[in-house]
């Protein structure tokens, strides 16, 4: 008879274990049943969600419809609004002026109902600098600098990258030059010392752009939305280099009221004794909200349908179908450590396929359903679309094997279905009210970071709520923090059953 070795054995025992574990889930009913709940509950509830959103605008034309969201170079939905006064630059050229001044207003909660509560400020992102782009037209490449509210000097481009100067607030100088394709934005404290602050390349530059001074001012964030707010500079110092026309002045982006004729929140120009006060409202930057509903909605249902998940986990740890008869496989492969890795694999398996076919299903049906209904929708990409999709699967994975873990540690079925809820679906729940949205960051709910559809952008504030789109970790290290409660749960209770009975005597596991 052929020598095998004991780790071929081995393998072949636990192979064999893990045929017997798969044949005894799918054989009983009600874990059967438990799992295609966990995938009608989260299809159901997102295809609720895309079926009920309806969204209007208020246009020149009236209310109706909202426009596709505006598109950047690089396919993100973006804001592109502020108030610009610029010349032509033909060929190579600068900027150079002083952002000596910078004020504004902001519009709080109203203390008296009816009353509009307006204070005087700048939000933290409110933009004030000097812009170089081929054309006015919203969504082409640009880059500025800039002096911000509360962010120093910043150097920006093509609206999803930033690069940060000085921590600077008062006075401070500014030049922009532009050679070629490439745009360098430099800082300096008395306008003699300088100090670049980045550079971008604008591929297919024209041969004349627009360059000149802006201000902006994205809304105060406020109970999950934006109000108003603006931003007014007094650029003094102003030098160019390659143009020497007369200003022009544009308020680019701005929105009518709905008479279709009136200016919503204009901005506007003050020339005084060689200095330009400049104000505008708006924004120049992804639209993490304002770019239309977001695909991460479709998987909202997502938490809710981990539940019934829990309950096919737990008691598949404590089930007690027919074994393979004594002497079949090593006696390694007959401990209780080897039953419990066994479970963990079957139920990782049927968690992520659950996951894949919940999450393959309610994205692209919902994300059809809204758009049948008029929503603009955020665009995504293919890579994100499936990232999405298979990351809630690996998600809904990791939370099965996290609470078979937790069954084994505690030893009852329903305490760990009522532990996993308290780590996994609390935290999502809380986080997607507003409230301690830091436990997306130290609970097994960071995994839910994989499903987010919009990256999350430093130059951006957003409302801390999963409604507005806020994830406190990227999309990989939360799937990564989630995995590590699964690995850490099952290891510590495979540790502990490692010199268990063999499974020819009683495992003593939860009932």
Known sequence: MPHRSGRSSGRDGFLRMLRTEWAGFRSARGRVLAVAASVLVTVSIGLLVAGGV??????????????????????????DKYYFVHQPLKGNGSITARVSDMTGQIRLPDAVPGVRNVKEGVVPW??????????????TPYAAVMLTGDHGVRMQHNYVHDVAGGPHNGPQWLRLTRSGDTVTGQESDDGRAWTEVGTARLAGLPETVEIGLFATSPGAVWDMARAFANATATFDQIKLQGADGPWRRDDVG????????TPHHPGGVVESGGKLIVTGGGDIGPATVEGGLRADLMLIGGALGLIPMFVAAATFLTAGHRREPAG????????PAWLLAARAGVVGVVGFAAGLVASGLVIPAGLAMMRA??????????????????????????????????????????????????????PYLLATAGLAPWLLM???????????SIPAFAHVDVDPSL?????????????TVTCGY????????????????????????AR
């Open 254 to 261: 701005v929105s009518m009221e709905s008479d279709g004729k």
């Open 328 to 335: 079949t496989g090593p006696a390694v492969g007959a401990r």
């Open 442 to 452: 130290i609970t097994p709910a960071a995994g839910f970071a994989i499903t987010q």
């Open 126 to 139: 409110a933009k004030a600098g000097l812009l170089v782009r081929p054309s006015l037209r919203q969504g």
């Open 54 to 79: 309806r969204t209007t605008c208020v246009t020149g034309k009236g209310e109706g419809p909202c426009p596709a969201p505006l598109v950047g170079p690089d396919g993100t939905a973006v804001k």
């Open 467 to 479: 409604l507005g789109g806020y994830y406190p970790l990227p999309p990989w290290a939360g799937l």
């Open 486 to 509: 699964a690995v850490v749960a099952l290891g510590v209770a495979i540790a502990l059953h490692r010199r268990e009975v063999p499974f020819g005597g009683k495992l003593p596991l």
């Open 373 to 426: 209904h008029g929503n603009p929708i955020q665009p995504i990409t293919l890579g994100t679309g499936l990232r999405m999709i298979v990351g809630h699967a690996a998600l809904t994975a990791a939370a099965a094997v996290l609470a078979l873990g937790l069954a084994a540690l505690v030893r009852r079925a329903v305490v760990a279905v009522g532990l996993a809820i308290v780590l996994v679906v609390v």
